[in-house]
């Protein structure tokens, strides 16, 4: 093959692989009232504090139904926060977590322990975001390792 054909295709390739990624999802949500209910699931939120690593988890609902109150917890096990952005993370967005909530009684607050979790009807983002605002997906843009590029608030 011509070698000039060859670095036409490779420069090709570099121009369109990041407009490729920006559409490509990578995870899609997941509605409730589809799931299982026999599974053990919840569904919980994560509330900002006003930084990009805290935040406390509150838990909505489960796989019974939503609760009347939102229960706050300690989250353990896979979490959402260690890979997804913030501003999707920390935006109301709310999670479907796979797992078991415990409490012991000399504990103030419950433990939740996920073993797995999925995003919940619609990923919601902040405004100060310059990612494509997909509802029901996400791409690899939306990634926690692309904050500093993104966001206005994703470096230290």
Do not use: Q
Not at 8 to 15: A, D, M, T
Not at 21 to 34: G, Q, S
Not at 80 to 90: A, C, M, V
């Amino acid at each position: 093959m011509n070698p000039k054909k060859i670095k036409k295709r490779i420069i090709l390739f570099v121009i369109f692989l990041p407009i490729i990624l920006t559409v490509l999802p990578i995870r899609f949500t997941k509605n409730p009232e589809n799931i299982n209910k026999k599974r053990e699931f919840y569904i919980a939120s994560c509330i900002s504090e006003g930084t990009t690593d805290g935040g406390v988890w509150i838990v909505l609902g489960s796989n019974n139904g939503m609760f009347e109150d939102e229960i706050y917890v300690d989250f353990k096990g896979k979490n959402p926060k260690s890979i997804l952005s913030y501003d999707i993370t920390d935006s109301e967005t709310e999670f479907i977590i796979y797992g078991k909530l415990t409490k012991e009684d000399d504990e103030e607050f419950y433990t939740l322990n996920s073993r797995r979790w999925e995003i919940s009807n619609e990923v919601k983002r902040d405004d100060y975001s310059c990612r494509i605002p997909f509802k029901h997906f996400i791409t690899v843009y939306d990634l926690k390792w692309l904050d500093f590029l993104l966001t206005d608030k994703g470096y230290d």
